[in-house]
Structures are given as structure tokens and as C-alpha cells.
């Protein structure tokens, strides 16, 4: 695997085996399906690369480059995003579920992608573990906001305007670029109308994107510390 923690490893938490297990089962032969990216996916990958013939002879458009190496490896053919392409299915994670199933997802820096992929499925599964259901998107997590390079730190005073912190994401002294040639800041989420909040991030100027998913999940599979899955469902 091109990955350290490739194969069993990911599996080895019961909680992620569980949800990766229940999502692996909504897969049939033929799909054209979507995968976000994060270790839950690429542990449904790599179920997927065990399944022959040529993994159930599916199709994928991904949301990484980390997804897309993986996917590759495995055998599933990759194809491009266009209006003339639908996905039966889209399968990714999240660092946050609430009970109405809004996601704060980017912590991999894949948020963009992610949600442009996601929104061309016609069905929407996201993998997560007991612990990410949370009663409010920011108990745990900051929120991702992808911003363009340029002039970065005036988009940074925008957004402090609305949100109590924004610190660029860095590793080590070099800061983040994402796969679309951004930067990252993780902000405190504060307890406020998220609707309302979403679209004013969204309208600053230099953003891109920002982490918040409030009604991308048809279905969010919670995988329990005893194997066990809890299946959350979008209502009608």
C-alpha cells in the first residue's frame, strides 16, 4: 500500500471497521461513486482493492491527491468530474456530526473537493466514529476555512470580524497548501446561527470555502467501540 498506516491498521479500531464495513455494503458492482478522503475512506479503499474482479468494476471520481494515489494502487478506474457525469454514491468522513447530520469536515484539507464531490452524488454516506457525534459543530473541532494565498492575513482580519480566532494551519514553520493551491485557517466555532454563519464566511472576501456541510448527509454511519454500527438517516 502506498500508505504507512495502509491495510489492517486502519481497521484495527472497531468503531471505524464497523462503519467501513456498512459502507463497503451499499456498494454494488457497475456504481460510479464518489470518495472523499481522510483514513475511513482509505480504509474503504482498501476493502475495496481485496474485492475482485477489478473491484467490482467501479468508477471514481476523488477528492484528494492522497485518495487519488490509493484508489489508483487499488485498481478502481478514476474519471474527471463534468456535468455530463453523475455518481451513484459518494462516501466520505467527518471531524463533527450533529444530530440534524450538518458535518464540520476538513481537518485533512480536503474541504473543497469534498464538497464539490459530494454534491454531485445522488447519495451521500459519511463514515465516522461514536465520539464525532457531537450536540454542536465546534465541541471538538475548529473549523477549516480555505482561503487564497494572496494577501491571506487581510482575509484573516475579515474573518475575525465573525469568528473569535483564525490561525493559519502550518506544519512546522511551512504553512498548508492544499490540493488546490490555498491556505488554511482553523477557526473557533463559536455557538451562533450556522446557517447564517456559513453564508457570511462564505460572502468574505478571499475565501474560498469553509468546513461547515449543513445538509450534504443523507446517511451517517456511526461506528460503535463494540463493532456495532448506528445507522443516522436525513429526514424527508
Request: charge should be negative; charged fraction near 25%.
Amino acid at each position: 500500500m502506498s500508505d504507512p498506516s495502509a491495510g489492517e491498521g486502519l481497521l484495527a479500531d472497531p468503531a471505524r471497521a464497523a462503519a467501513v464495513g456498512a459502507a463497503r455494503e451499499r456498494i454494488e458492482p457497475g456504481m460510479t461513486i464518489g470518495l472523499g478522503s481522510g483514513r475511513a475512506v482509505f480504509a474503504l479503499v482498501d476493502l475495496l482493492a481485496a474485492t475482485r474482479p477489478a473491484p467490482l468494476r467501479l468508477r471514481a471520481v476523488v477528492a484528494s491527491s492522497r485518495t487519488e494515489a490509493r484508489t489508483r494502487e487499488a485498481g478502481i478506474e478514476l474519471v474527471t468530474l463534468d456535468d455530463d457525469l453523475a455518481l451513484d454514491l459518494a462516501v466520505d468522513g467527518a471531524d463533527e456530526v450533529d444530530p440534524g447530520l450538518a458535518l464540520l469536515k476538513g481537518g485533512g484539507g480536503a474541504l473543497l473537493r469534498e464538497k464539490l464531490v459530494l454534491a454531485a452524488a445522488a447519495h451521500v454516506v459519511i463514515l465516522a466514529e461514536a465520539p464525532k457525534l457531537v450536540d454542536r459543530l465546534g465541541t471538538t473541532r475548529a473549523l477549516p476555512v480555505e482561503v487564497v494565498r494572496f494577501a491571506w492575513p487581510t482575509t484573516r482580519r475579515r474573518l475575525l470580524e465573525l469568528l473569535p480566532t483564525a490561525t493559519l494551519r502550518t506544519a512546522g514553520d511551512t504553512p498548508v497548501v492544499t490540493d488546490e493551491g490555498h491556505h488554511l485557517l482553523d477557526c473557533q466555532l463559536p455557538a451562533a446561527d450556522l446557517a447564517a454563519l456559513a453564508t457570511a464566511i462564505k460572502s468574505t472576501l478571499g475565501v474560498v470555502e469553509h468546513g461547515l456541510f449543513p445538509d450534504q448527509a443523507d446517511e451517517v454511519l456511526l461506528g460503535q467501540p463494540d463493532g456495532s454500527v448506528r445507522v443516522l438517516r436525513r429526514r424527508p
